[in-house]
């Protein structure tokens, strides 16, 4: 979906490095999230955010951090990137409470990361 | 715990119907979703159907819900190569805060 970008759409990095996954969004949704995505795993929530002040831990969140600089942007971090980080990483939003409280998530096009 | 589950893939000729099922755990009020993946893209959503609904159809699909079985599934018809893709199952849990996917099944249907 265009209206949901993710920068860069690949990268590989080293072992031990720091690198930032940049999502925006220009929905005007409240809601954005972070999942990783692995073969024969499916998608894993890292964190998301109901809004600039709200900040929750998903299910995987160990190894990352985020920032919601704006309603608009959600970044995904890697402090020390290690090999098993190497995935897709997809950014989401939500236009939560959708009609009859719909939870519908519009995704970016992904990341490709690879951690040597 | 909230836990969707799909077969991992599927496959069917071209204008055949294809059939993909998942199952999940919480009988709570939900909302159950089919989103599409296709290669090197991000997910889509396809459709979507609430808890109190037996069926949707839209166009060429259409969504079987049995809550007694907590069983769902998605019938694609005259399904055509371009439906070829990875397929996943989502449940919503009103009052809650996240979608819970399925592993996701890939359909792979040839000429």
């Known amino acids: 979906d265009a209206d949901v970008t993710q920068t860069p759409r690949n990268r590989i990095t080293k072992t031990g490095k720091r690198i930032m996954l940049e999502c925006s969004q220009t929905?005007?949704?409240?809601?954005m999230y972070w999942y990783r995505q692995d073969p024969g795993l499916g998608l894993r929530l890292i964190y998301y955010?109901?809004?600039?002040?709200?900040?929750n831990k998903g299910e995987i969140s160990d190894g990352y951090s985020v920032s919601r600089q704006a309603q608009a942007k959600f970044s995904l971090s890697l402090e020390s990137a290690i090999p098993n980080q190497t995935a897709l990483y997809f950014c989401?939003?939500?236009?939560?409470?959708?009609?009859?409280?719909?939870?519908?998530?519009?995704f970016g096009p992904g990341t490709r990361l690879t951690v040597l | 715990g909230e836990d969707v589950e799909q077969s991992l893939f599927l496959s069917v000729r071209e204008g055949d119907s294809s059939v993909i099922n998942c199952t999940y755990t919480d009988s709570s009020s939900t909302y159950l979703y089919w989103y599409k993946q296709e290669p090197g893209a991000g997910l889509q959503l396809l459709t979507y159907?609430?808890?109190?609904?037996d069926m949707k159809q839209d166009q060429r699909l259409t969504v079987l819900l049995n809550k007694k079985d907590k069983h769902l599934s998605l019938r694609i018809a005259d399904t055509q190569t371009g439906d070829s893709a990875i397929y996943f199952c989502a449940e919503s849990i009103v009052g809650y805060s996240t979608l819970t996917f399925g592993k996701g099944t890939m359909l792979l249907v040839s000429p």
């Open positions: 159907i609430f808890s109190n609904m």
């Open positions: 989401a939003t939500s236009d939560f409470p959708g009609t009859g409280n719909t939870d519908t998530q519009y």
């Open positions: 929905k005007g949704h409240d809601r």
């Open positions: 955010s109901f809004d600039v002040k709200d900040i």
